[in-house]
């Protein structure tokens, strides 16, 4: 298996940009979280599905981030406008109880 | 809400000592505990998870304790070595799913 797999690698963009970040979970695995990673704040949990269904999103900042899964072998979180605020490094992953990370996706909005 | 602590100084020792790193918490009971290591420009990657009703875990060089009374984990890596050299985060479980709450790690550099 690949492991969880996340694109691009890296993203730059200026402010007021829609990004779209893209996560393959680990086949088989029930549920998918995505993270955002920032020097202040440390890993912080956006949102998680189980089953392709999303179950908690109180950790998504605010209306401009939305995340969906489709199916069970793909997932998006879409930042509609970006801004410089939103730079951070965003992680899938897939579980389980213990949680197998993707590679993580380091945006920059300019 | 829950909070969880861990060393913001980076930890550095010598090769061939024992490194313990230190979790604690607050406003929670988790049913488990687990510990992550992270390496720069990579994703966090598991590591040993302890459940309420063990005190102790042990994987290779690795030791994870847990005191549900004080609130804290300690993680001991053994005889260390320069490629244990990492940031490590612990992460509690949120009683929601598989959910967990991370900590923002200790970074552990060990000196040849």
């Known amino acids: 298996d690949a492991g969880v797999i996340q694109s691009p690698r890296h993203e730059v963009t200026e402010m007021g940009q829609e990004v779209t970040l893209r996560c393959k979970p680990i086949?088989?695995?029930?549920?998918l979280f995505w993270y955002r990673q920032t020097m202040m704040r440390g890993l912080e949990l956006l949102i998680y599905f189980n089953n392709n269904v999303p179950i908690d999103d109180s950790g998504m900042p605010e209306d401009r981030f939305s995340a969906k899964m489709p199916n069970a072998s793909f997932s998006t979180l879409k930042i509609q406008p970006s801004e410089p605020r939103d730079s951070a490094v965003y992680f899938c992953?897939?579980?389980?109880?213990?949680?197998?990370f993707g590679p993580g996706t380091r945006l920059t909005v300019l | 809400s829950q909070k969880i602590e861990q060393n913001s100084e980076a930890l550095n020792i010598q090769e061939g000592k024992t490194a313990t790193l230190t979790c604690n918490y607050t406003n929670y009971s988790p049913a488990y505990l687990q510990w992550y290591r992270q390496d720069p420009g990579r994703g966090p990657v598991f590591l040993l998870l302890?459940?309420?009703?063990?005190k102790e875990k042990r994987k290779e060089r690795l030791k994870v304790t847990f005191d549900t009374t004080l609130k804290q984990s300690l993680f001991h890596i053994t005889a260390s070595q320069p490629a244990d050299s990492a940031t490590y985060l612990c992460a509690l479980d949120t009683n929601s799913g598989y959910a967990l709450n991370f900590g923002k790690g200790t970074s552990l550099l060990v000196t040849p």
């Open positions: 086949s088989g695995h029930d549920y």
């Open positions: 302890i459940r309420e009703n063990e």
């Open positions: 992953a897939s579980s389980g109880v213990e949680q197998f």
